[in-house]
């Protein structure tokens, strides 16, 4: 069985049969690309069957986490959404296109424009409040051209758009981290949670067992 997490930028497909990942961007994905089932935003264009995104982080999250009290945000390209479980029940979830919005996106683009590497960015105490990656991006540019180190400033907006997901989460005290960020170091480690990686392909997980 072929299973399809068609985001906003990226598409993760996974192979139930051999095991086989690919990660690709959905632009790359052949229109004629069908999957048995999957989720995502673009995930009707290219799937038989579709699963909502929220019900695929839940299942995902009951089948990979072994507490039976845990929260586990997604941040991905476009929002951010989570699902919070207490005592082995679901008691609680979010799904945040606005304060969430292209919070992915924007911090890929900001790191192209400003030419710096995140993975070789040290954390910062200080941060940019922004409510959404694209209204941070000015304030970056603000701090840039006031003599700001493009990195150091680019590393504030992230603290605060991690801060601003930890508060949209409901403030637990540990995070199960799933979506494209898990791959930014500093993105993570500025979490200001207790924060497990859990990989990009997540939501398959959860659209299997649904």
Not at 80 to 85: G, S, T, V
Not at 108 to 113: Q, V, W
Not at 115 to 135: H, M, R
Request: aromatic share 8%; with cysteine.
């Amino acid at each position: 069985m072929i299973l399809l997490d068609a985001g906003t930028t990226y598409a993760k497909i996974l192979n139930t049969e051999t095991g086989e990942r690919t990660v690709k961007r959905v632009s790359d994905l052949e229109k004629t690309f069908r999957a048995d089932a999957g989720t995502g935003h673009n995930i009707n264009r290219f799937a038989n069957r579709s699963v909502n995104e929220i019900i695929a982080l839940a299942h995902a999250g009951k089948s990979l986490i072994k507490e039976s009290s845990f929260t586990i945000l997604d941040v991905g390209s476009r929002d951010a959404k989570y699902a919070e479980f207490k005592n082995g029940s679901f008691i609680h979830s979010d799904w945040n296109t606005e304060c969430g919005a292209f919070t992915g996106q924007a911090i890929e683009i900001l790191g192209n424009y400003l030419n710096v590497d995140y993975s070789n960015i040290e954390p910062q105490k200080e941060f940019i409040t922004a409510t959404c990656g694209l209204l941070g991006m000015g304030h970056v540019f603000d701090l840039v051209a006031a003599g700001e180190e493009p990195r150091t400033a680019a590393a504030k907006l992230i603290k605060g758009i991690c801060i601003s997901m930890h508060r949209f989460a409901r403030k637990p005290e540990k995070i199960y981290l799933t979506g494209g960020l898990v791959q930014n170091r500093l993105f993570v480690e500025s979490m200001p949670c207790e924060t497990v990686i859990l990989d990009r392909f997540t939501l398959l997980e959860g659209v299997r067992q649904y």
